[in-house]
């Protein structure tokens, strides 16, 4: 039911914008975030928002990535900058509304050295 753009192959150092929103309609998404799978790794948190716009991040991202969202499009961003090979993955966005989650069918995002 969520839709993520924005994937490629970028170098090192380079940067990408994620976006993701519903294919339908999902009713107040409270928290929206972003996950990411690399290569024989398990899923792992990115960074997540509030609809207050209370952030969380994890500690390999902080001070590179952003999240946003636009509540009246039930949209949420990841803007990335300063990118490493070992950003590379499958990025997924999630929604939680009313205690269901939503995830996206992931955009790749593949860093090279």
């Known amino acids: 039911q969520l839709q993520a753009f924005g994937g490629g192959l970028v170098q090192a150092g380079g940067s990408l914008r994620l976006s993701c929103a519903p294919s339908g309609s999902i009713w107040r998404p409270n928290v929206m975030g972003w996950y990411r799978q690399a290569p024989g790794k398990q899923r792992e948190l990115v960074a997540t928002?509030?609809?207050?716009?209370?952030?969380r991040y994890a500690d390999s991202v902080k001070g590179r990535f952003a999240i946003s969202r636009d509540n009246a499009e039930n949209t949420v961003y990841l803007q990335m900058i300063s990118l490493k090979p070992e950003d590379t993955g499958v990025y997924y966005c999630k929604m939680n509304s009313y205690g269901s989650d939503y995830w996206g069918q992931g955009t790749q995002v593949t860093v090279s050295s």
């Open positions: 928002i509030t609809r207050d716009g209370i952030t």
